[in-house]
């Protein structure tokens, strides 16, 4: 099945920066919802995000539904040492789909 | 707590066995979902089922099986067809229909001896 493009793979910071990462797919979807696994756990749910053009935050993080729908980014504030982890996103239409995760690394 | 339990967290498997690997929810979700991740990979979906006894195959179901006996419970057997079993195995529950807002377990390690 379709997977979707989701980049960064992987991004090193410094405590404190800001991080951007985005997924495309080349089909519509109707959800689009951001994870955080941190290792040898299963995936969290971090924000959920269900209208074309939605911007929706949870704390120091931001998501938002592209217009086209078929596009999402997930920013995060001020990152602090527990941002450390793999960010996946999801999008829904009839199932759903993953993308491959940004493996984020932040340095004190 | 309501929740999602996989176990065992850790297992190991002999060339030519077959191993189950449990997933229980009290969350009262109908639909229920077996993935498996490999490093720099997404999750790949390997069955999933919406009611009791009954379940379809996902994208890389070869070498799985599965059953739905009771709605609380979807246990995933890697068979001794699988040849390439190691990799994390995660399951999942969503409320309703396959494609809802899926919530997941926090995995199972399988690895080959």
């Known amino acids: 099945g379709q997977q979707l493009n989701q980049s960064p793979q992987s991004m090193f910071i410094q405590e404190g920066e800001d991080v951007s990462m985005n997924c495309t797919s080349s089909s519509i979807f109707n959800t689009w919802l951001w994870y955080k696994q941190d290792p040898g756990e299963g995936p969290v749910l971090l924000i959920a995000?269900?209208?074309?053009?939605e911007l929706t935050s949870n704390g120091r993080l931001t998501a938002q539904f592209g217009i086209t729908r078929k596009d999402s980014f997930l920013n995060i504030s001020a990152s602090i040492p527990s941002d450390v982890g793999i960010y996946f996103c999801?999008?829904?239409?009839?199932?759903?789909?993953f993308g491959a995760g940004t493996r984020l690394t932040v340095k004190p | 707590d309501g929740g999602i339990t996989q176990s065992p967290k850790y297992l190991f498997r002999k060339e030519g066995q077959n191993v189950t690997l449990s997933c229980e929810q009290n969350l009262n979700h109908d639909a229920m979902y077996w993935y498996r991740q490999d490093p720099g990979q997404g999750l790949r979906l390997i069955y999933y089922s919406q009611i009791v006894n009954d379940f379809q195959k996902g994208d890389i179901a070869e070498g799985y099986s599965v059953s739905r006996e009771k709605k609380e419970s979807f246990p995933l057997t890697v068979t001794s067809a699988q040849k390439n079993p190691t990799a994390f195995y995660l399951c999942a529950s969503s409320i309703g229909r396959v494609g809802n807002i899926q919530y997941f377990g926090a995995g199972t390690r399988l690895s080959v001896l």
């Open positions: 995000l269900y209208k074309a053009g």
């Open positions: 999801a999008g829904q239409l009839y199932d759903m789909r």
